[in-house]
């Protein structure tokens, strides 16, 4: 079994994951790592520029768990808003 799921459906997207979890822990340590690394590597301090490679490691990271999560969730709500926008002109369509 794989350690992060990458195929959603739009109602299992839905539900709060570990997916989701490991997100939120992982994204203020990526805001904090990319603030130091480019602070110190603006410095050019040789530190900074590894802390920032960090940051940009971890936030890939991030995206290949949270991506497909968030596709299939606005997948599910273009759908939703395509059945609304039909229903409404069927609606509209009758009363002229």
Do not use: N
């Amino acid at each position: 079994m794989r350690f992060v799921k990458r195929t959603w459906t739009s109602k299992e997207a839905e539900e709060w994951t570990k997916e989701d979890t490991i997100t939120v822990i992982i994204s203020p340590l990526i805001y904090v790592l990319l603030i130091v690394g480019v602070a110190l590597s603006v410095l050019l301090i040789p530190v900074g520029f590894m802390i920032l490679s960090i940051g940009v490691a971890l936030l890939l990271v991030m995206i290949y768990i949270i991506d497909p999560k968030l596709s299939a969730i606005s997948r599910g709500y273009e759908k939703k808003q395509k059945e609304y926008i039909e229903e409404l002109e069927r609606k509209v369509k009758w009363e002229e």
